[in-house]
């Protein structure tokens, strides 16, 4: 299904090449780092406060993991709702239509703190989720207007800024908690969801007022169509009948798996080990840090190198991110923060190595229906991957998890390999 999407006033006043268009970029990329700034910080405050409060509510793994794993739910959820939102009105609307959601999600998870109640807090992580996938889509965003020469730069600087916020998230989160240590409920957690309540907000409004005109109705007038593909599931086959932008899918899905899996019950490891919860909001930051901060480089690479190789490259620091996270016990924080670290940079390289092959790889009027449905899958087998986390530790051992994700992480390298090296032989097949 193709749906009309109004060009406004962006075509023909922003030619590609031209200094109005350049302009454009620029400030479309500050206008979507202002958005995920509060809306990362918004994000990672509210799952920091999720898990340890869900396990003080239920005292299961499987529950508080679950909580936790529900703002996965709630993006994979809103994915397709948000890019056919965007699809019929812009990147503006669907932005700012899921900064907002993620507002009314907050509220409800300050309320469950008040209640006491463990299902309104899993309504509310839900409807936070809706906040990540607008997250997940201003990295594509980013992308609209960007040439071949930038692309990965142009998704990497809207991922970079996610640091700002994301680092410090889980810190000021479980920070307030560490304050709080001696009572429950309200005292001890009501504060992260209150902050997050009003940094969605913001975001929010930043984007409704400031990013216009907008990206995506710019480049459908530079394609000379304003017919944009709605989203649909039917596009993964697509996506994977596609000899590029089939790794870029299966690089998302298992780094998303390996990520998410291991890092959901590593605060519940740590407090097991007696940690502080403000070391267990350090590691989460470094986690994080790792994830988004360096990401500006990870882009200058896959534009220079391409992102089949980082890919493979990613796949490689995931694998070592993981055996340090399952040969170190819950006492010694040292090693959970580095294998932590090295599997946000793992998941950073694939991440952005793969969104800009799939925006490279289809025209201008598929970009939001494949992009969409690639966070879709990928935000969905995160979700799995969480709540399984926590029946492992529960019935296994911390240990066995993240073994299992070194695991995970070389099949993805094996695959990137065998893809890249059969593209290779096609490709030098075609030339001679």
């Known amino acids: 299904m193709v749906q ?28 979507l780092q202002l958005g995920v700034i509060p809306g990362g910080l918004a994000m990672t405050a509210s799952f920091s406060a999720s898990t340890l409060l869900a396990d003080q509510m239920t005292g299961s793994e499987t529950k508080a993991s679950l909580a936790a794993v529900c ?9 397709i709702p948000l890019a056919a939102l965007m699809a019929r009105h ?10 907002f959601v993620g507002a009314i999600g907050a509220t409800l998870a300050l309320l469950s703190a008040f209640v006491g109640r463990y299902s309104v807090l899993v309504l509310g992580m839900v409807l936070i989720g809706t906040g990540q996938a607008a997250n997940l889509a201003a990295r594509c965003a980013g992308a609209d207007l960007a040439t071949d020469e930038n692309r990965a730069r142009s998704i990497s600087l809207v991922l970079w800024a996610s640091t700002v916020g994301s680092v410090l998230g889980p810190t000021v989160a479980l920070g307030l ?9 309200l005292s001890g957690f009501a504060l ?7 940094l969605f907000g913001l975001g929010a409004l930043n984007i409704w007022r400031r990013l216009r005109p907008d990206p995506l109705q710019v480049v459908a007038a530079d394609a000379g169509s304003t017919s944009v593909k709605l989203p649909s599931l039917a596009e993964a086959g697509r996506i994977l009948a596609h000899p590029v ?16 899996g291991v890092m959901t019950v590593s605060p519940i490891h740590m407090a097991q080990g007696d940690q502080n919860p403000l070391i267990i ?8 840090s790792g994830m988004f901060a360096f990401s500006p480089y990870v882009g200058w690479l896959v534009d220079r190198i391409g992102g089949q190789l980082v890919i493979v490259f990613g796949a490689l620091v995931l694998t070592v991110g993981a055996v340090m996270a399952a040969n170190t016990e819950a006492q010694h924080a040292t090693g959970l923060l580095s294998g932590l670290f090295f599997i946000g940079i793992g998941w950073s390289c694939c991440v952005v190595s793969a969104s800009s092959l799939l925006t490279s790889s289809f ?26 986390s926590g029946l492992a530790v529960e019935h296994r051992s911390y240990a066995d998890l993240a073994t299992w994700g070194a695991w995970v992480a070389v099949a993805l390298g094996i695959a990137a390999v065998a893809m890249l090296v059969r593209n290779f032989r096609v490709t030098r097949r075609l030339t001679a």
Request: with cysteine.
């Open 4 to 31: 009309s999407l109004s060009a406004g006033d962006g075509g023909a006043a922003y030619l590609p090449g031209s200094p109005e268009r350049d302009e454009l970029a620029r400030r479309t990329i500050r206008v």
């Open 71 to 79: 703002l996965s739910i709630g993006g994979a959820l809103a994915g």
């Open 90 to 99: 812009g990147r503006c609307a669907g932005l700012s239509a899921g900064y």
């Open 177 to 185: 908690k560490s304050f709080f240590a001696d009572t429950e409920g």
């Open 192 to 198: 992260p969801y209150a902050l997050a309540l009003g």
């Open 245 to 260: 932008a089939s790794i870029a899918l299966i690089g998302m899905m298992l780094s998303q798996a390996v990520m998410v």
């Open 281 to 288: 909001g350090i590691m989460l930051s470094l986690h994080i």
């Open 363 to 388: 025209p201008v009027e598929r970009r939001v229906s494949v992009q969409a449905t690639a966070d879709v899958l990928m935000t969905a087998l995160g979700a799995a991957a969480g709540v399984s």
